[in-house]
Each structure stands twice: as C-alpha cells, then as structure tokens.
C-alpha cells in the first residue's frame, strides 16, 4: 500500500494499492521533489469516474508502467472534488495548451509546481502515431535530465499565460439588457429541434441553461407561450424520456453520448440530481404540468433512498462501472442499468413483456448503436428510453391508455427487483459541502411548492448535518468534505456560496430564523476570506495556501454553477430579504468584474444572467403577517407560492423572535402585525408596501376573478 492508504478520499483510496508510489496532494512530495530534483507528475481525477478507472487498470496497475513513474517522477494524486481549486488551475493549463480537458487529467510539473506539460486519458502503448503514456513518460523524463532549462521556461511561460488570463478588466455594463438578450438568442439557435438540448454529442443536461431560459421567457422580452418557454420544456421532456433517466430507480446520468439523450454515461452525480430537480420544480411552477412534479418526486426519492446518510448529509455520487456478477472481477460501464431482451421475457408475461419491450424500444439484439459504445461493453444490451409516449403505445397495441400506465408501472417495479440482487455500483460516500447546499436548496424548494414536509425535514437534516460536522465551532468555518468522522480541506468560495443558497430557499420553506440568520453568518465569512476588494468578486480559494500557485475566480457556468454566478444572486436575495444595500453594492461589482464575458459570450455564464436579470427586476416581497402555525397563516404561505416568481422573496412576521430579528434589520416589518387575530398578507417594492389582505379577502379577489 502507497501513502493513498491514510486518507479519506474514496478517489485516493482506489489507487493506495497501485504499485505506483503516489503522494496525496502535499509538502511531503513536493520537498521529496526539490531534494530529489525531479518533476512531478500529478493526476486528477474523482472516484466515479470511467476514464479515470480505464487509465488506472491499464496503467497505474502496470507494474513496468508504475517502476518508470517511480524511476522518473514524484507521483501526486488529487481528488477534484475535494480540491477544485487545484483542479481548476491546472485545468486552465490543459485547455490552454491542447484545447480540450476532462479527466483523468495528467500534467507534469517543476518541482516548484509549475506546469510545462499536459493532457487527459493517455493510452497504455501508441497508437495511430500518438504516442502511449510509457512513452511521454519516457520523453518527459529525458527532456527534464538533457533540456531542464528550456522546460524550465516553458514553465515559466505557462504560469505567466495563467497569471494574464487571471488578470481582471472590470466595468460597467453598457447595456445588462443586451447579454441577456444574446445569450438567448444564442441557445435559440443551437437548440436541437428535434431531441432537445443544444448542439450535437455528447450532451449534458446543463440546467443553469434551463434556469436563466425560463426567467427570460418570463420576462415579457419573449413569446411565454413559445420560443424559449417550448425549448425549455422539449429539453426537459425529451431527457426524462431518455436513457439519461433511470426509469427504474430514479434519478439522472450524468450525460448523453449521443444527440438523442439514449445512451448516457451511467455515473451518477449529486450535483445533478440537485438542478434538476430544481428545473422540473420551475417546469411545473409554469405549466402545472403533473408529469413535471413527477420527475421532481423520482428524483428526490432516489436521493431519499440511495444518496442520504443516516445522518442526513447526501453522498457525493454512483459510478458508471459495476461488476458484470457477483464472484466475477469483470466489470463494465452501464452493467447495473442494462438489459437484454431475454433477461426481460424471462421475468415478464407475454402481454406485458409486449408493452413493455415497444415502449422503451428493447430489441433482442439490443438497441445500443455501437457508435455509442467504442469499447463494445453494451453489444446486444438495452438501456430504457421512451421511445413513444404513453399514448402512442396504447394506440399502436390497441390498449387503453391507462391500462398501458398500469402495465408499465407494474413491470419497472419487477425489473427494479431484480436489478437491486446485481452488484450495485460503488458510491462515493464523502459529504461535499457545496454539494449538500445545492441538494438542500432542491428538497427545501420542492417542499415549499408541492406541499410535501418530507422534502422539507429532508433539507433541515442535511443543514443541521453540515452545521454540526462541516462547521468549525469556534471561527464558524465551513469545511469541504466530511467522510467517516473525517474532515478534509478548508471551504472553498463554492462551499459557501451554495451552502448560503441552500439556507435562503430552507429559510424561505419553514421559515425558521436560525437559517437564515446562519446564512447571513456564513455571508460574513465569505466576504472576509474570498472578496477581493480591488477588483470585486470572490476568489475561488482563501489566501495563505503555499503550494497554490495563483488564486483564481471562477467564470464559467458549467455542469455546476460558478461560486461568483450564485453568490451574485445570494446576495440580491439578502438586500431584498434584510435591506442589506451592502450586499446589492456588492451583486453589481460581480457585474462589473464579468462584463467582459458577459458581453463577449454571455451565453458562457446562465446563471450569472439569472443574477443579472434578478437585478433588473422590481424588489419585490411577501410579507405574511400571523402565527406560523395557523391555518389562515399556512393558506397565506401556499397562496404566495402559486406560480413561478423567481423574482419575489418571502417573509414571514411571526409576532415572535423571528420578526424582531428581521425588524432590527428592517424596522418596518415591526409593524406588520395581524389584524384582529387574522393573518395577513402584504405586497411590497422595496419595502414599500400595499394595504394588507385577509384570507377571506383573497379569496373574494379570486372569485371576482
């Protein structure tokens, strides 16, 4: 076993074996480098991670592979997760140098960290004149010992790239209407017609699209009952119709390889189950579509079941890779979730095998185009796809539509059976701060509007998890990553922003005080470690970090959203909830700092337009005034969560602590009181409020309506 074998990481762990003398990320290998003189090479990946697991077997397993990487290097392995900061600078290198990254991701390194080469996956031997990972290990490792003074300044110019490209040229925007109103007439026109999604293969869900497409739909600039409201909703419909959705246990892949959302990569990521629940939940909000709700519900209970600890905290993901049997060391991506058509007529009856196979487009020498499956892992298996709806099935079998619904349901419920007896995939148990406050902003969200408590308590417990684990008890600190009673790492501007997030939409859910004064807390600390004063927004990492070459600030919206996209809108959010004008002062520098992306490609950052639209609008607030547990309390509350207002905040005066608080912050909420014992409801623009509104009131207005 390798020094891997003491730490936490699920990723590290994986490789303690190898026969390769990994270090974790550290001063001991780097002043084993500089003693030794030699370069570094270090690898990046994350637990879940197919290509990683490919790369592993095939090199790092390979004992002549590994003694050449003994021979030559000091090797240091990172877990992105864990420590996105690294990730993140070094990534920036990769992209720079071959203009694509991913991982696992391989760079070489000075001992003085500076990296002079790069790449992603590199094959065990060379192949169609590239050259194999033994040989770039063979040429590197020469270069360094006959050339150490040119690679030396490659380095030199490679942290100087990095440095430039970090340089800020913050300004005001001419126009914040106009990176809005590229951006979407941009996903406009890449927008697949007929799958969904945008562009070609492969294709990832990208939800923070979705978000800022459904807010400007809304905005009156476009057709609601068109344009971007129908791509928004045809994206969504065509990937819960898709492979990429489990049919079976719930929950989301990570992405599609092809156009048609068929063949996904099989990982599961927490971070996706978050956003997309968020999407579906806005998704019914507009249209009030029950199947929205549904996709909500199967998402959610995934995580409920597979993805919660018993203390309450969500697991970071579920690999792609399972074994093909119990007692076997084959493995395959997709094992898991695949079928043959043989396997289902076994466990079927005729008629409803019938339904079942046309529905979901099971063929009996498989419905995988081999396009989709370079490696041919999935020749002659299935994975589930609506291909028809519910009712074109009915039709084509000449069945009623409800006997289909019920056939079908009956039979996921058989094969999920059967498929919870396979070797389940391996799950990345760490606790991710960041990734937890995503999830809670989900649960919490979906609680409010579909009125399930559940979902709410669900919220609550991972928030009193973090608090009590994550959460340094004296500086009130956040960690990163908590696995088996073990933190890892300092928090990252991400795990506050997401985790400040989460607490404003659990406030906005149940209305406890102690969250959101929590999340004015974490505000607090935030600005002091990550806010650059000079330039605006928030580094990703604090200051003080030796072994970081350059503090960078994120500004790309991706499979996750940026810590500066959120914290953006966190901190609109808290002048509308608190009247906090040093919060708003401080949305529009992160503003400034973007406008160079946001008006060179806005469609780059969604979920900074999302922050910027937000900033557009009206303050606007709902203030409920009544004892929280009351009934006419708790009708007011449901009444201001009909629809979708992404725009409006809500408060609750409770006539206890947590009106006092609110009002020390601002003293007119003091006087919302109810009105002779009954509930009340107030419409506010900037605190400045309309006469208020009984129950029975609202109820006349909506006759009248």
Sequence with gaps: MNRLSTTSSPYLLQHAGNPVEWYPWGEEAFERARREQKPIFLSI???????????????????????????????????????????????????????????????????????????????????????????????????????????????????ALL??????????????????????????????????????????????????????ARSGSMDYNGGLLRIVLNTLERM???????????????????????????????????????????????????????????ILGYVQKEMTSPEGGFYSAEDADSLLRYGSEEHAEGAFFVWTKREIDSVLEQNAGEIFCRHYGIRPEGNVDPSSDPHGELTGKNVLMEQVTLRETAGVLGIPMEEVGASLKASREILFGIREKRPRPHRDDKILCAWNGLMISAFARAGASLGVQDYILSAERAASFLRSRLRNPDSGLLHRSWRDGRIVEAGFAEDYAFLIQGLLDLYEANFGIAWLKWATEL???????????????????????????????????????SANSVAALNLLRFSRLIGDSVAAEKASRIFDLSAPVLEGMPSSVPQLLVALGYSLSPGRQIVIAGLREAGDTISLIQYSREGFHPDQVTLLADCGEGQKWLAERVPSLLEMKPIQGNAVLYRCEEFTCSAPVTLSELESLRLLE
Aim: glycine share 10%.
């Design 240 to 298: 819960a119709s898709g492979g990429i959705h489990d049919h079976l246990g719930g929950g989301f892949h990570r992405y599609s390889v092809d156009r048609a959302w068929h063949v996904p990569h099989f990982e599961k990521m927490l971070y996706d189950q978050a956003q997309l629940a968020m999407g579906y939940l806005e998704a019914f909000q507009v249209t009030g579509e029950e199947s929205h709700a549904g996709v909500v519900r199967d």
């Design 163 to 216: 440095q430039a490209g970090a340089t800020a040229d913050p300004r005001t925007l001419a126009d914040p209407m106009t990176p809005l109103t590229r951006a979407a007439d941009y996903f406009q026109r890449t927008f697949d017609e007929q799958w969904g999604g945008f562009g070609s293969s492969p294709k990832f869900p990208r939800p923070s699209v979705l978000f800022f497409l459904l807010r400007q």
């Design 523 to 561: 505000q607090s600390i935030m600005d002091r470690l990550f806010w650059d004063d000079e330039e605006g927004g928030y580094f990703s990492s604090a200051e003080g970090d030796p072994h970081l070459l350059l503090r960078q600030k994120e500004d790309y919206d991706g499979a996750e959203p």
């Design 45 to 159: 990946g994350y637990s879940t991670c197919h290509w990683c697991h490919v790369m592993a077997h095939e090199s790092f397993e390979d004992p002549a592979i590994a003694e050449l990487m003994n021979r030559e290097f000091i090797n240091v392995k990172v877990d992105r997760e864990e420590r996105p900061d690294v990730d993140r600078l070094y990534m920036s290198y990769v992209q720079g140098l071959t203009g694509s990254g991913g991982w696992p991701m391989s760079v070489w390194l000075t001992p003085e960290l500076k990296p002079f080469f790069g790449g992603t996956y590199f094959p065990p031997e060379d192949r169609h004149g590239r050259g194999g990972f033994p040989s770039i290990l063979s040429q590197i490792g020469q270069v360094w010992r006959e050339n150490r003074e040119n690679v030396e300044r490659e380095a030199a110019r490679s942290v």
